[in-house]
């Protein structure tokens, strides 16, 4: 039986008369590469503040790593990684010192940060860089960067918001197979994206539609349940009944 890392029970958040998120139950398991899309408006950032720990539901249920989103959102942040399409990283501070703030934030000994600090240099090819300012890096290495660092203290699970806007294909492809990579050590990583050639490379995808999840499913299962022969197509047949357009 596989491991749930994610559960979410009718999972609601109303803002007035205004229902953002409404009613979504879905699970994620263990080390899976789970898409979270639909189209700007539909509700995705307010579901993964509150998968996050950082926004309360209205009403209903989830946890994350175990932790309850409710009751626990402090022990929620400290099992997760987070990345955003703003890469999260200081630019006026250097790799190495990047890399040390961020190890302390996710409670590592000093020991653990020197030890993991090396090995993330030596892994990205940055020995020679490691005291440049991460302000001077080109994007794609930002973004390797940042997201290394969302994992450095092994989270359970790491949440990815649109990562890869504004980088090229080649780079694009290179950051999925370090997401492959996190998927073999067992962290389970739950992405944004409004690439859908970068649905296709999920384990599972869900695509929300004015607060609802509409589809969940493999990429070729809702290939098959739409009669579509791509994600972009499926996406079109969905996201074309949106009625509004924020979030």
Partial sequence: MRETVISTNQLTKQFGDFIATNKITFEVYKGEIFGFLGANGAGKTTAM?????????????????????NTQPEEIKKNIGYMSQKFSLYEDLTITENIEFFGGIYGLTNKQIAEKSKDLIERLGLVKAKDQLVGSLP?????????????????????????TGGVDPVTRRQFWDMLYQATENGITVFV????????????????MVDGKIEALDSPDGLKKQFNA?????????????????DN
């Avoid at 994007?139 to 450095?152: C, P, Y």
């Avoid at 944004?192 to 695509?207: G, K, P, Q």
């Fill in 49 to 69: 503040r509150m998968l996050c720990g950082l926004s309360k539901p209205s009403s209903g249920h989830a946890t994350v790593a175990g932790f309850d989103v």
């Fill in 229 to 245: 022969n791509s994600m972009d197509e499926v996406f079109y047949q969905l996201a074309r009944s949106a009625k509004r357009s």
């Fill in 139 to 163: 994007l794609g290495w930002k973004q390797k960067l940042s997201f290394s660092i969302a994992i450095l203290h092994q989270p359970k699970v790491v949440f990815l918001d649109e990562p």
């Fill in 192 to 207: 944004t994206t409004h690439y859908m050639d970068e649905a296709e490379y999920c384990n599972r995808v869900s695509i």
